[in-house]
T-cell receptor, first 108, second 113 residues
Framework: RKEVEQDPGPFNVPEGATVAFNCTYS??????FFWYRQDCRKEPKLLMS???SGNEDGRFTAQLNRASQYISLLIRDSKLSDSATYLC?????????FGKGTRLHILP | EAGVAQSPRYKIIEKRQSVAFWCNPI?????LYWYQQILGQGPKLLIQ????????DSQLPKDRFSAERLKGVDSTLKIQPAKLEDSAVYLC???????????FGPGTRLTVL
């Protein structure tokens, strides 16, 4: 099993729809989790941290399921500007692992 | 607030040549990271510094890659000699501490011919 796995997509979603991604991780001792967004030919930027109790920031909701070892990102009322690659990041204490990313295309 | 600075932005070299990249992190950030991002993949951590000490270099190909952060501020990453498979974007990031949000620089796009 890979240390951090994401569905590469692409997810082609009509504007206004809701879309969700999951990211699984192999190390049960992982300590912190993040979602980063990366636009084409740009550097990654933090979208949100993922807390054990789940957290919401506007249209974005992140959740952590330690029992099943995955984190999720939900985007509601998607906008054209949400088109990007979404990277899952897991801090395993001894090392930081980025997933390969999930590509999202919002269609007009 | 100034972000993470990297130079050069682009570099084209032939295989077996040497190349060096420079990174200046956000002022006050103790932790500095170098990542390699190959097209279509997520960033892979090469090395992590805490001030001027190495925290993790387990994925750094030490036979050809080296990095230093002598004064605990800016850092250089060197490849000597370069191989074709080193073609990638090299990203530098910094954070206040190891568990905090990382801020990335614009990256250096390396092409090895």
């Amino acid at each position: 099993r890979k240390e951090v796995e994401q569905d590469p997509g692409p997810f082609n979603v009509p504007e206004g729809a809701t879309v969700a991604f999951n990211c699984t991780y192999s190390n049960s001792a992982s300590q912190s989790f993040f979602w980063y967004r990366q636009d084409c030919r740009k550097e990654p930027k933090l979208l949100m941290s993922v807390y054990s109790s789940g957290n919401e920031d506007g249209r974005f909701t992140a959740q952590l399921n330690r029992a099943s070892q995955y984190i999720s990102l939900l985007i509601r009322d998607s906008k054209l500007s949400d088109s990007a690659t979404y990277l899952c990041v897991v801090n395993m204490g001894s090392k930081i692992i980025f997933g390969k990313g999930t590509r999202l295309h919002i269609l007009p | 607030e100034a972000g993470v600075a990297q130079s050069p932005r682009y570099k084209i070299i032939e295989k077996r040549q040497s190349v060096a990249f420079w990174c200046n992190p956000i002022s006050g950030h103790a932790t500095l990271y170098w990542y390699q991002q190959i097209l279509g993949q997520g960033p892979k951590l090469l090395i992590q510094f805490q001030n001027n000490g190495v925290v993790d270099d387990s994925q750094l190909p030490k036979d050809r890659f080296s990095a230093e952060r002598l004064k605990g501020v800016d850092s250089t990453l060197k490849i000597q000699p370069a191989k074709l498979e080193d073609s990638a974007v090299y990203l530098c990031a910094s954070s206040l501490a190891g568990y905090n949000e990382q801020f990335f620089g614009p990256g250096t796009r390396l092409t090895v011919l």
